[in-house]
């Protein structure tokens, strides 16, 4: 028997399933609010008892990550590694490391101010897609379909003037079925998959509303996935897939702490169960 | 027990756990269960969604 510990910020399906699974599987579980914790540069792994290993799953980017720090600077294992979170939660950055280990993904465009940003969109043409750096549940991302949408949309990001704001993330708008494919991987291993329709607007995102549906994982999917998550650095992942009528699969997004809630109901596997599993064996290897 | 914000009932599940989200069905107000005890329930406000909240 083991002991893992679950670190939450805002207790969802997902985590009580993964608590269920693994107590199912006759493992302690400590279940741990990253809002009431406290951590200092005295502190020790005995200090806290949260067992073998530690599944990271904040609803908040940014506790997540700085927590996950604070968690390896204690030696404690987590998942996933502060590495792995880093690269995943800023769309800029897991982007180029797609690219890096020639996975194929949308043409994409980096510029780092408003001015640089429109100069190269009237350059490349209309339309592209914009997205913040940070963030997910598709807030923020809008195709730039004119000149007139580009400069009200760069006009509000000027005044809000976020540090992220000043990072301009443009993708071109892929010609797809009004679909993508979302992937959940583990280790190596492509463990379920679900196509989600879009309800209208060409987001699919099913914090949105997007219409979840089995998928059979096709060879080409898995190994796309399983290639887009060894180049993220492993652990467990959601890899999002486009079917580009121009470049067949392409990979537009590998999230870091994967939302699981509507394909754990409909998927042949035990999504939660093999998470807990993985995580007990990463600690063996 | 009732809601913080305008006195409604709000049910917290026998099986709810502490950090799970409670809405007020009236106000539409949301609540993070902060303590529980058997039925003594301790309620604070739910943080709102954040730029960086998500997947």
Redesign the interface.
């Known amino acids: 028997m083991s002991k893992i510990c679950i670190v939450?910020?805002?207790?969802r399906a997902e985590?009580?399933m993964l608590q269920k699974e693994a107590s199912d599987l006759g493992h302690d579980v400590v279940?741990l609010?990253a809002k009431i914790t406290q951590i200092n540069t005295d502190s020790k792994k005995e200090d806290y008892g949260l067992g073998d290993v530690v599944l990271e799953r904040c609803?908040?980017?940014?506790?997540g990550l700085h927590f996950t720090a604070s968690l390896e600077f204690l030696d404690i294992p987590v998942l996933n590694r502060f590495e792995v979170a880093n690269v995943c939660?800023n769309k800029m950055f897991m982007t180029l490391l797609l690219k890096k280990h020639n996975i194929s993904t949308p043409k994409t465009y980096f510029s780092f101010s408003s001015e640089s940003a429109a100069t190269n969109l009237e350059k490349v043409g209309f339309p592209l897609v914009i997205k913040?750096v940070?963030?997910?549940?598709g807030?923020g991302v809008m195709p730039l379909k004119d000149k007139d949408t580009m400069e009200a949309v760069f006009e509000i990001r000027d005044i809000t003037d976020?540090p992220h704001d000043r990072i301009y993330y443009l993708q071109e708008l892929v010609k797809r079925p009004p679909r993508d494919i979302r992937i959940i991987t583990i280790g190596d291993q492509a463990v379920a998959a679900m196509y989600r329709k879009s309800s209208g607007g060409f987001k699919t995102n099913i914090?949105l509303g997007a219409d979840p549906e089995l998928c059979e994982i096709t060879k080409e999917m898995e190994d796309m996935a399983i290639k887009a998550s060894k180049a993220m650095g492993g652990g467990i992942l959601?890899i999002d897939m486009m079917e580009d009528d121009k470049n067949g699969l392409v990979i537009h997004e590998v999230?870091?702490?994967?939302?699981f809630k509507g394909l754990a109901r409909v998927a042949q596997r035990n999504i939660p169960q093999e998470m807990v599993k993985f995580a007990l064996d990463y600690i063996r290897k | 027990m009732n809601c913080p914000e305008c006195d409604a009932t709000i049910n917290i599940p026998d099986d709810a756990s502490v950090g799970e989200i409670v809405s007020c069905p009236d106000c539409g107000a949301d609540f993070e269960i902060a303590k529980k005890n058997g039925s003594n329930v301790e309620l604070k406000q739910a943080e709102s969604v954040g730029e960086d909240w998500g997947e």
């Open positions: 939450f910020d805002r207790l985590e009580k279940m609010d609803v908040s980017y940014f506790r939660g913040p940070i963030g997910s549940w807030r976020s914090a959601g999230n870091n702490t994967v939302e």
